[in-house]
């Protein structure tokens, strides 16, 4: 007896938001890394550049506010994605239904607060 | 076989549901020589040392697929293993994982034999092409898409890798989804919706996290884990582009 494989699995949802999360971690990383992490520390940068008015006016134009709210956003989703199946490669499978809802809850409730906050600024 | 002048000890994983509470493991000393593959030390066992130890082969070349073990606790073909690799041994021989074990080293592949059928695994037309029409012409570049995938010969290693296949049997599994992508990658195929619903389902590509030990441990270098995770995209396009009535099928 043939097994009947349905129904459909919703999980393309989450998948998506989990991939462009990790292409957006893929690209933005890097960048930050170099930046913050190396080049303003060995003075490389130009003085002030990264100073507190600076980066809030970047990110308070509409432009910053576009581009910050995905890159921030999907990598939550990214690392809850993968936070959750982790739980199930380490063995963690009773009531999955509780953690999808906390893992998936906590990207959702990250996404508000990132809109939230760059609406504020 | 040349049996060689060196030695080796093999342990062996002994099962027999009829007469053993548990597996036990016993303990044999084969000659060896340069050439010897782990099937060539069984096949001496058997001959020589204990007629009741049971274990599949065929082919001794790597392309029936039936002579897969566990070996040293990876799956791995009997036959294209060598017992120099493992020198000085011992070496250890267990049934396949993640199979019921039938006896010995001789698993039930019902887990991976029943589910075939859903995958659709041959070219499916919505016209059969008339005789008189000549052959399906295809060229090299849309051969080389299924190039890889076709190379399967459902020797299960996959399945005794795949930790996801150890706690789900129902998932579908690295081969199956790879020949599910085998056949929708054909450009003489017309069936690709009619395999989407497994694709789809949880226990279909979803229930893979991309561990990657299906593509490790193939031996005909068929790439599931690549194959699964394309058909992920293809997937989430199906899910989404239903709705457009454009997507490429598979019903709930």
């Known amino acids: 007896m043939a097994k009947q494989y349905k129904p459909r699995s919703h999980e393309p949802v989450v998948w998506l938001l989990f991939a462009a999360g990790g292409m957006a971690a893929a690209m933005l990383m890097p960048a930050l890394v170099l930046i913050t992490g190396i080049a303003a520390p060995l003075g490389l940068l130009a003085e002030d550049s990264l100073n507190y008015e600076r980066v809030i006016g970047m990110l308070g134009s509409p432009v910053g506010k576009l581009v910050a709210f995905p890159f921030i956003s999907l990598l939550f989703w990214h690392a809850m994605h993968r936070i959750f199946h982790g739980l199930h490669d380490l063995g963690i499978h009773a009531g999955l239904g509780y953690y999808r809802v906390l893992c998936y809850g906590f990207a959702l409730l990250a996404t508000l607060l990132t809109a939230g906050i760059l609406f504020l600024i | ?252």
């Open chain 2, 1 to 252: 076989m040349n049996r060689g002048n060196r030695q080796i000890d093999i342990l062996i994983s002994r099962y027999d549901p009829e007469r053993d509470d548990q597996p036990r493991t016993e303990r044999y000393t084969v000659p060896y020589a340069h050439d010897s593959s782990v099937l060539d030390a069984l096949l001496y066992i058997k001959d020589h040392l204990d007629g009741s130890l049971s274990f599949r082969w065929s082919c001794r070349m790597a392309i029936c697929g039936s002579c897969g073990k566990m070996i040293n606790g990876v799956p791995s073909l009997s036959c294209k293993t060598f017992l120099r690799d493992y020198a000085p041994g011992p070496l250890y021989i267990e049934a396949l994982h993640h199979f019921p074990v039938i006896k010995d080293l001789v698993v039930d592949q019902a887990g991976f034999f029943d589910k075939l059928p859903e995958s659709r695994p041959w070219l499916i037309r919505d016209q059969e092409r008339a005789l008189a029409d000549g052959p399906h012409r295809q060229s090299p570049r849309q051969r080389a898409r299924f190039a890889s995938t076709s190379a399967c010969i459902n020797c299960l290693l996959c399945y005794a890798a795949c930790p996801q296949y150890g706690m789900k049997p129902d998932f579908a599994g690295p081969a199956l989804l790879a020949l599910v992508e085998r056949y929708n990658a054909d450009s003489r195929d017309q069936g690709k919706a009619e395999r989407m619903p497994m694709i789809n389902a949880e226990d279909g590509v979803w229930s893979c996290t991309l561990v990657g030990n299906c593509s490790a441990v193939c031996p005909k270098d068929v790439d599931p884990a690549a194959a699964i995770n394309r058909n992920k995209l293809e997937s989430a396009k199906d899910y989404f582009l239903r709705f457009l009535k454009i997507g490429s099928g598979g019903a709930e």
